[in-house]
């Protein structure tokens, strides 16, 4: 017969279990939200629940000393110096030209109305059979006549290749017809692609009646091109990443700390707390407010412990990787997320998630946290894979261009500096920096 109190026992245990069980729900998924998600996240949280009181965050200010947020630190002034300018959109480059050019108000509504058409890479793919049904729909005046000077009338504005059918259509814009090599560039373009792409230069070179050298010549000047020239520009849509953790390096060592006013302050609304106890309200409603700020308790526990979690992690992380902080980005030392979760006494997801959307701001720019943990390139090998990765350029860059390396010439030569890999990853990380195989950066001679 089966004992009543082992039986109570375990279901008490049960029910706690299940208690706890949307507690860690809420937890995990508040530690693995990258921090725009997380403010989502807590902004429909306070419109649901009245105990949860969000604050406005507070800027960062920016006469804060070095033990503050870092804000006054020469690597962080340079790295604010070098981000892209991601408030400008091609609407506003189109119309700030437009209003130094004489052109009359119809045709300005036409090329507005083009620049809307673009696609996504930044061509006017649309037919003209097209384009003129939209125009009626947007009820503009006129007809082909008018598309027609539209087009030409974009054309001329900045970036050159704006208002390009195609990538090719694009290059052949950025061609100067005063060049006396236009023709040369424009066959190129226009009737050799396939064989360039094959790199038969020999038989380029016959065809157009020029020697090795000329052609490469002609070559390089295409190579100055830009075959999306519009692309960039209509990146306006692209959130700017927000830093997570600060990461700052001087001769005493670094100092990791988490960013402050990246987040919303969260808190629980005194008002809702007394009246939750106040016994001349209905029993339902005590019990009901209870039920709120016992999620808002949790949603600010669970915060806490991102913050405290995430910032232990960035600490470990970037104790581990001092190379990059000094040296920079060529110098991450093999990581794994086992082994620091080990470290750390916590599982190796919680790691996994705590660095999941985050981003670190260190002297060397902005990183994903996911970007330091780099495991080891083989088998034996010292040297993690973006090391190997510049081992490959280099080799590659100091080659013989009569004779390229092949893959597997590669992988003998970093043998050669005890760095085990197999041709299959050289092939990899080759593919990774853009770099063709020998067959194609086979160079020849005049």
Known sequence: MARPGLNTSMQMRGEQQMLLLPRMLMSIEILQLPTTDLERYLLDAAESNEALVLEHPTPPDPE?????????????????RNQPDRGRSLADVVEEQ??????????????RFL???????????????????????????????????????????????????????ALLMQLDPGDPDYALLCALLEDFLEELARNKLPSVAR???LDIGKLQELLGMLRNLDPRPVARLLEESVPTIVPDILVEWSGDGHAVCLASGVLPPVSIDGSVRALAKDRSQPRDVRAY?????EGARWIVEAIEHRGQTLLAVAKAIFEHQRDF???????????????????LGI????????????????????????????????????KARDEV?????GLIAAEDPDRPMSDDEVVAALAGRDVKVARRTVAKYRKELDIPSSYRRRRYGT
Not at 98 to 111: D, F
Not at 129 to 157: K, N, P, S
Not at 289 to 293: A, I, T
Not at 325 to 343: K, V
């Open 389 to 393: 990765r510049e081992l490959v350029r």
């Open 289 to 293: 407010l209870r039920g709120k700020l």
């Open 64 to 80: 804060v000393g070095r033990r503050g947020t870092m804000a006054d630190t020469e690597a962080h002034d340079e790295m604010l």
């Open 325 to 343: 902080l000094t040296q920079g980005p060529g110098h991450l030392r093999p990581l794994f997320m086992n082994g620091m979760a080990e470290e």
């Open 98 to 111: 437009l209003a130094t050019e004489e052109i009359e108000p119809e045709l300005r509504e036409w090329v």
């Open 115 to 169: 620049v809307g058409c673009l696609d996504g890479a930044g061509f006017l793919s649309v037919s003209d059979d097209r384009l003129m049904e939209l125009a009626r729909a947007q009820g503009l005046a006129g007809g082909e006549c008018e598309l027609g000077r539209a087009i030409a009338a974009m054309q001329t504005l900045e970036p050159r290749g704006l208002g390009a059918r195609n990538a090719i259509e």
């Open 347 to 382: 599982h190796v997801s919680t790691v996994s998630r705590a660095v999941s959307g985050k981003y670190a701001q260190t002297p060397w720019g902005i990183f994903p946290l996911r970007t330091f943990f780099q495991a080891a390139a083989g088998a034996g090998a010292d």
């Open 207 to 209: 065809s157009l009646g």
